[in-house]
Nanobody, 115 residues
Framework: QVQLVESGGGLVQTGGFLRLSCVAS????????MGWYRQAPGKQRELVETIISGGSTNYADSVKGRFTIYRDNAKNTLYLQMNSLRPEDTAVYYCNAQSTRGRYWGQGTQVTVSS
């Protein structure tokens, strides 16, 4: 069973920054795709960014130029650097990992951006 543990969320003002971390219980080399999703109150969960094993990334239009996804293979950790935060970025952010064995989710971390 894979465990993904997110951290780094919190309360920040508009224009501020946060860095989210997701630590996996096994080598992230084993995952074909890792990514971040978010869910705001009353809305469906949506893709934020993903990164495949080869390093290519895919971003939602709403975060292009502001958020950066990257991974530290030695630490089995996925990161999301979030800059220029906006109130509409307020949501619970979830880490996701996919392999041929299955799809896994973390428990989520709350990000709140005040105006």
């Amino acid at each position: 069973q894979v465990q993904l543990v997110e951290s780094g969320g919190g309360l920040v003002q508009t224009g501020g920054f946060l860095r989210l971390s997701c630590v996996a219980s096994r080598s992230i080399f084993s995952f074909d795709v890792m990514g971040w999703y978010r869910q705001a109150p009353g809305k469906q969960r949506e893709l934020v960014e993903t990164i495949i094993s080869g390093g290519s990334t895919n971003y939602a239009d709403s975060v292009k130029g502001r958020f950066t996804i990257y991974r530290d293979n030695a630490k089995n950790t996925l990161y999301l650097q979030m800059n220029s935060l906006r109130p509409e970025d307020t949501a619970v952010y979830y880490c996701n990992a996919q392999s041929t064995r299955g799809r896994y989710w973390g428990q989520g971390t709350q990000v709140t951006v005040s105006s």
